[in-house]
């Protein structure tokens, strides 16, 4: 990647990166194109090759920028001193939310980043990828499980939690309400819900 990408005003920027993401989330790697890309961001073709060489490195580009934006809400939006279980991953969502906000289609990119299957992307994130992933799985690892009704499965449970958070994003974007806000409030009915299901 070329680094005079970031000597670029940041709107122009942010138009470049929320295309790709759009692209990117909604088509997977193989079937984003690059005319999409260019047509949504404003700009020409010649410059997403100038700065990013490939479409590879374009979408390298976007996943690492995204793990990092998300991994510096996560430091500093959640407290150490948090360790239910539920309020984690409230807070958890509150940041990608927030994040939203700015790049509406980050969550939803990562989800499908997470389960690419064309062989040169997904290797091209791995390594990101499984950083990302390490430091998801730290955070969740803080719940404290001792308020669980005896025989909750908490494993399961964070499953649900998670599938659940997924469900949400993409009827959101199917029903074309990518509004953050409204995210975050539906996703906090549902874990209210499974904390008064399972706490003692």
Do not use: W
Not at 69 to 77: K, R
Not at 153 to 165: A, D, P, Q, R, W
Request: net charge negative; glycine share 4%; charged share 30%.
């Amino acid at each position: 990647m070329n680094e005079k990408f970031f000597d670029l005003k940041k709107e122009k920027q942010d138009r470049i990166i929320n295309a790709a993401l759009k692209a990117f989330a909604t088509s997977g790697y193989m079937h984003a194109s690059t005319d999409d890309i260019v047509r949504m961001a404003g700009i020409s073709k010649g410059l997403i090759f100038h700065y990013f060489e490939t479409k590879l490195g374009l979408y390298q580009f976007v996943y690492n920028y995204s793990t990092r934006v998300i991994n510096i809400e996560l430091a500093t939006g959640i407290s150490r001193d948090v360790t239910d279980f539920f309020t984690i991953r409230e807070e958890m969502e509150k940041v990608l939310s927030t994040c939203m906000k700015q790049y509406p289609y980050i969550e939803l990119f990562l989800e499908r980043a997470a389960n690419e299957d064309t062989p040169e992307a997904a290797t091209a994130i791995l390594s990101s990828r499984e950083k990302y992933e390490q430091t998801i799985n730290d955070l969740l690892a803080r719940g404290d499980i001792t308020r669980f009704k005896s025989g909750a499965n908490y494993e399961l449970i964070g499953n649900i939690v998670k599938m659940t958070c997924t469900g949400i994003l993409e009827k959101k974007f199917k029903e074309g309400n990518i509004l953050a806000d409204d995210y975050y409030d539906e996703v906090l009915k549902y874990l209210e819900m499974l904390r008064e299901l399972t706490y003692n």
